[in-house]
Nanobody, 115 residues
Framework: QVQLVESGGGLVQPGGSLRLSCAAS????????MGWYRQAPGKERELVAR???????DYGASVEGRFAISRDNAKQMVWLQMNSLEPEDTAVYYC?????????WGRGTLVTVSS
């Protein structure tokens, strides 16, 4: 079983930065995909970024160049550095792991970008 706990969300002004963290429990292999998705009110959940050891990260088109994902396999953690935040980035951000064909999700952390 895998459990994911996100932290780091909050209120930030447009143009600001936030760093989200996700701590995973259970056995996560470096080959397992770890990543972040988000869901804004009235919209479908969408990919923000994902990373697998040995491969370049994937980013959603709307965040490429502004967000950066990183992970520490030994600590079983993944981070999302978000820069140049825009009001359109307001959403609940979910940590995600895919392991052995199964998807695991955290409960989410709310990011609000507003002046």
């Amino acid at each position: 079983q895998v459990q994911l706990v996100e932290s780091g969300g909050g209120l930030v002004q447009p143009g600001g930065s936030l760093r989200l963290s996700c701590a995973a429990s259970g056995s996560i292999l470096s080959s397992n995909v770890m990543g972040w998705y988000r869901q804004a009110p009235g919209k479908e959940r969408e990919l923000v970024a994902r990373i697998r050891s040995g491969r370049d990260p994937d980013y959603g088109a709307s965040v490429e160049g502004r967000f950066a994902i990183s992970r520490d396999n030994a600590k079983q953690m993944v981070w999302l550095q978000m820069n140049s935040l825009e009001p359109e980035d307001t959403a609940v951000y979910y940590c995600h792991v895919r392991r052995e064909g199964m998807d695991y999700w955290g409960r989410g952390t709310l990011v609000t970008v507003s002046s």
